[in-house]
C-alpha cells in the first residue's frame, strides 16, 4: 500500500487479556519501529527492527510486552495479560533508504491502535 | 541523556496571525531535529527536519522551522494561519550515527495543541 497500515484502529480489552496488534509498513522499508502514546503525551520509542532483526527493545515496559517481524515485513506488537496502564495509542513507523543511505529518521507512521483496557 | 521540550501545552492563535512554536532539545551533539503534526485520529505528518546544512529549514504547509545551536533549539513559525492548521505538534530528535543514519529511535516531546480563532 502507499502508506503504513495498522490493524485494527480500535481495541477494547478486559484486564488480563491477551492482544495482538498489526503493523503493514511500507513496502521495501527495512526499518519499523513501535511506539507507544499515553492521552496527552508524545510517543515513546518502544522497539526496532531492522529487517527481521529485533535491533532495540529497550522502550519495552515489562516482559509482557513482546514483538516479532518473522519475515521482515509485517510486525505484530504482543501485549500479555493486559493492565489498565496499557491503555495508549501504539503507533508503527517504518523508513527506508534514501540516496543509498538508510535513513532511519526519515519515518513514516501509521494511523495507530488504540487499545483501552477495562 | 537525550529529551525534548514543548513548553507550551496549549495555544490560541487568530486565523491569519503568525505562529510560533518553541521547542528545546538536550544532547551532546548536533542531532537530527523533526517536527511532526498530528491531527484527531490521524497518524503523524513529517512537517520538516534538520539534518545538517542552512539552519533554517522549509517544510510542508508554509512551515518553517530555525535551528540554533547556541540555545538549543529548533522553533517551528508560519506566518500566517490557517484554520486548517489546528491540530497537535510535536518536535523530535533523533541521534546521529555513523553511517549516516540514527540509532533508530526518536525522542518526542510532549506536544504542543494548536486551536485557531475564527
Known amino acids: 500500500g502507499a502508506g503504513v497500515s495498522q490493524s485494527p484502529r480500535y481495541k477494547v480489552a478486559k484486564r488480563g487479556q491477551d492482544v495482538a496488534l498489526r503493523c503493514d509498513p511500507i513496502?521495501?522499508?527495512?526499518?519499523l519501529f513501535w511506539y507507544q502514546q499515553a492521552l496527552g503525551q508524545g510517543p515513546e520509542f518502544l522497539t526496532y527492527?531492522?529487517?527481521?532483526?529485533?535491533?532495540?527493545k529497550s522502550g519495552l515496559p515489562s516482559d509482557r510486552f513482546f514483538a516479532e517481524r518473522p519475515e521482515g515485513s509485517v510486525s505484530t506488537l504482543k501485549i500479555q495479560r493486559t493492565q489498565q496502564e496499557d491503555s495508549a495509542v501504539y503507533l508503527c513507523?517504518?523508513?527506508?533508504?534514501?540516496?543509498?543511505?538508510?535513513?532511519?529518521?526519515?519515518?513514516?507512521f501509521g494511523q495507530g491502535t488504540r487499545l483501552t483496557v477495562v | 541523556a537525550q529529551s525534548v521540550t514543548q513548553p507550551d501545552i496549549h495555544i490560541t492563535v487568530s486565523e491569519g496571525a503568525s505562529l510560533e512554536l518553541r521547542c528545546n532539545y538536550s544532547?551532546?551533539?548536533?542531532?537530527?531535529l523533526f517536527w511532526y503534526v498530528q491531527s484527531p485520529g490521524q497518524g503523524l505528518q513529517l512537517l520538516l527536519k534538520?539534518?545538517?546544512?542552512?539552519?533554517l529549514v522549509q517544510g510542508i504547509k508554509g512551515f518553517e522551522a530555525e535551528f540554533k545551536r547556541s540555545q538549543s533549539s529548533f522553533n517551528l513559525r508560519k506566518p500566517s494561519v490557517h484554520w486548517s492548521d489546528a491540530a497537535e505538534y510535536f518536535c523530535?530528535?533523533?541521534?546521529?550515527?555513523?553511517?549516516?543514519?540514527?540509532?533508530?529511535?526518536?525522542?518526542f516531546g510532549k506536544g504542543t495543541k494548536l486551536s485557531v480563532k475564527p
Open positions: 523530535a530528535v533523533g541521534a546521529r550515527m555513523n553511517y549516516g543514519g540514527s540509532q533508530g529511535n526518536l525522542i
Open positions: 534538520y539534518f545538517s546544512g542552512d539552519t
Open positions: 527492527f531492522q529487517n527481521e532483526a529485533q535491533l532495540d
Open positions: 513496502s521495501g522499508h527495512v526499518s
Open positions: 513507523a517504518s523508513s527506508g533508504f534514501y540516496g543509498g543511505r538508510l535513513q532511519n529518521t526519515e519515518a513514516f
Open positions: 544532547y551532546g551533539a548536533t542531532p537530527y
